[in-house]
């Protein structure tokens, strides 16, 4: 099996926001599709090592932030390559809020959908969150932007920085595991969330 | 609520054939993303009264043919804007089978991606689909093609053949359903699928 034809689906980059009584956080997502209507509904899919999964479990109301063509690497960046464990991701941000009081970004985006989950399927690696839509807004006439054109467009481009600085480790993308020295295998898995060697981006010396 | 901002989630586009027996078809679709690792599993939505649908609540098993940017829209109408009940539309095109003997589409698609079905769960409108992904390969270097790009390129103007010729109604694109009549009211759902005026296209008098 082929891996790399997994990566020829196509994929919106989102930011999703939960708040659990006092604890809030969000993380950056690219899986959202509409799947019914008459409710609307859509589906999401989180990886269970992700505080913002173990938040949303026990809220069960989330906000969608839909970017677009204007974001840039420091947003994606802020809420999806550090763990909300560790920062509070809101500090300081001052941000609107959703009927269900969940603050979301109102720029850089294109669509603002708040959602309440109404079924959770257990994958092992991941939660697959069916939600019915409670609101939606469009926020702008940008595009969507697309997780291919953050990759090709957004992404610092890790062959350039590679010659200028030297690298201590490598970080998974997706759910923040650190694999500490410079050589990463090519067959290397996530040992937290089973994610390739393609997920990991290199952490530079200082 | 603003269904428009439901528009810009990003999807791509996708024929989805399968196998019951000596019933075979395939449709388009628009919603796959992947849903977890460690085994690799995918979810797509189809609508209830959609033929392909009911074939695989059947069968349990399909193969995705992700179509890339050289797809046209002779080959989406073929699989999309008709329905396998009435029509064999596998009938002479030879094409190649998957590892479960489904056949799948090698030209003008970027990946083939086998898939068993794990779990099914009933949306009212349409059903979730979580499967297990068997096989995969990459079929071209093309980009995939976006359901976005088919609405802007593929898609033929309706505005130009508006002016050239008088419409006598509007088919639903989602299920096929047919409007009698010149003019849909805008607030139109489909009786059958639930989807909105914008998901139907006009019908032009011969």
Chains 1, 2 share one sequence.
Request: one cysteine or more; proline letters at 5%.
């Amino acid at each position: 099996m082929d891996n790399k034809a997994l990566f020829r689906l196509s994929y919106g980059v989102f930011m999703l926001s939960t708040k659990a009584g006092d604890k809030i956080n969000g993380c950056i997502t690219d899986t959202c599709i509409q799947v019914a209507n008459t409710p609307t509904r859509v589906a999401i899919s989180l990886i269970n090592t992700n505080y913002t999964c173990s938040l949303l479990k026990e809220s069960g109301l989330f906000c969608l932030s839909v970017l677009d063509e204007a974001a840039t690497f420091d947003i994606i960046s802020h809420w999806g390559l550090q763990s909300g464990r560790n920062v509070d991701k809101f500090d300081g941000m001052n941000l609107p809020m959703d009927p269900n009081g969940i603050p979301y970004l109102s720029s850089s985006t294109c669509a603002v959908i708040s959602c309440k989950v109404v079924e959770q399927v257990d994958l092992g690696t991941h939660t697959l969150f069916i939600a019915e839509v409670l609101d939606a807004k469009v926020t702008s006439d940008r595009n969507p932007l697309l997780y291919a054109d953050y990759q090709k467009r957004i992404k610092p481009d890790s062959q350039t920085q590679k010659t200028q600085r030297k690298i201590k480790g490598w970080k998974c993308r997706i759910c923040g595991y650190i694999y500490e020295g410079p050589d990463i295998p090519k067959d290397f898995l996530c040992p937290l969330c089973g994610h390739t060697r393609e997920d990991f981006e290199p952490v530079y010396e200082d």
